[in-house]
């Protein structure tokens, strides 16, 4: 069974070799969250500061070797990057297993982190160098939905691993060697040229100004709907609702996020222009009920409106980035967007700190609403700009 991709086709196994490397860019610091709470019992020496290092550390590193993999994939095979990439990570992962101190676990999750540095990039860039046209936008939004699902899926199988050993978790680690194997199918089938008809061909190098513009906007609505991650379990204390719910809320906000993906060609094609205003509305109106009502359903309803919303733009912004370089700087206009997704997981606590600080507010319902506000506040801006390339969909856009 051949797949077409826009200049030609692949096979099946090429597909599931693309499709895998978007299933694990997630992956990193998820293994650690279901045991952070048992590491204390399993080293009652250690420091809080020690612990949340095996998360934060590896963060840290993420961000400089995605911009350093989408750089050199400039220069260099992309396959070769990508197998050196996917064997750090593998082999970290299996180091992790065994591991009995917290010093090794932290230095091996650091050297994991930039194994998954250098492979993040390529989770679409693979895509774009292997797609194009409208068939590139649908697999952008596979590649989206298979990346949320993973994580949702790798999620609660790590709790139910923590629950067996402590050590458990880090399985989810060594799916990297699955991607590993595939990858040896990607070098038999090299991906082809672009077509003559490219929007890509028509630039010499990155539109500066246009990849900035992407990257804000990719870090504010990230920033924006993080707060379901960060403070969805005080909220649901706030609210007197048993505590497991809010790890239901986190898991249906990463589905939500996953649902558009698998359409999102279609969504392009009837809302146009619009597509991002009406995204940035769902994400307000989703935030807004998570800070207005107490009810489960309505926080429900919350979190599934915010995810969606977040899930059409996230490929979209994606695609636009790949738009806006000449094929061989692609990946690494996707590596300066995707870092902006670690930079506000890293600094979404203290943002919000900051402007719990400003406003005099620490109540649980603030990340919230103040969200909500600014994302209605720019919603109001894109309805005026939506002919904007960042903010809208441009017609040399949506007529490619």
């Known amino acids: 069974m051949n797949i077409q991709t826009g200049k030609g ?3 099946l196994v090429v597909l599931f070799a693309i499709w895998s490397v978007s299933a694990i860019a997630s992956l990193p610091g998820l293994a650690i969250s279901p045991i952070l709470g048992d590491l204390n019992k399993v080293f009652p020496k250690v420091t809080d500061l020690e612990i949340q290092m095996l998360t934060s550390l590896p963060s840290l590193l993420i961000i400089p070797f995605v911009l350093l993999s989408g750089k050199l994939s400039e220069g260099r095979d992309k396959l070769t990057i990508l197998a050196v990439g996917l064997s750090i990570f593998f082999l970290s992962g299996i180091a992790c ?5 917290i010093v090794g676990l932290i230095i091996v999750s650091c050297i994991l982190g930039i194994g998954a540095g250098m492979v993040i990039p390529l989770s679409t860039g693979l895509v774009v ?3 194009t046209g409208d068939y590139r936008v649908r697999q952008l939004g596979y590649s989206s939905a298979i990346n949320n699902l993973t994580l949702v899926l790798a999620t609660i199988l790590t709790g139910y691993l923590a629950d067996v050993d402590w050590h458990l978790p880090f399985l989810v680690y060594t799916l990297p060697g699955i991607s590993l194997v595939l990858s040896f199918f990607l070098k038999r089938q090299r991906s082809v040229p672009e077509p003559r008809q490219s929007i890509q061909l028509r630039y010499k190098r990155i539109d500066t100004r246009k990849l900035v513009g992407l990257m804000l906007f990719y870090f504010f609505i ?5 707060a379901i991650v960060y403070y969805a379990s005080f909220l649901v204390d706030d609210y007197r609702i048993h505590s497991s719910f809010s790890g239901v809320l986190i898991s249906l906000f990463f589905l939500a996020i996953m649902l558009p993906g698998l359409f999102i060609d279609r969504i392009i094609r009837q809302l146009k222009a619009g597509v991002n205003f009406v995204s940035l509305v769902l994400v307000a109106l989703g935030l807004l009920a998570l800070g207005c009502f107490r009810s489960e359903a309505m926080l429900v309803v919350g979190a599934l409106l915010s ?7 996230q490929p979209v912004i994606y695609d636009k980035a790949a738009t ?8 690494f206009a996707l590596s300066c967007v995707m870092a902006m997704n670690y930079l506000a997981v890293m600094v979404c606590p203290f943002l919000t700190d900051f402007f719990r600080y400003l406003f005099h507010s620490h109540g649980d319902r603030f990340p919230f609403l103040f969200n909500a506000v600014l994302v209605a506040v720019l919603a109001v801006v894109t309805w005026r700009l939506r002919k904007n390339f960042t903010l809208g969909l441009d017609e040399i856009y949506y007529k490619n």
């Open 9 to 11: 086709s692949i096979s």
């Open 324 to 331: 806006i370089a000449p094929p061989r700087s692609a990946t």
């Open 97 to 101: 297993l065994f591991l009995r101190s």
């Open 129 to 131: 160098a292997y797609f």
């Open 307 to 313: 995810g969606f919303g977040y899930g059409v733009m």
């Open 222 to 226: 990230t920033y924006a709907v993080l």
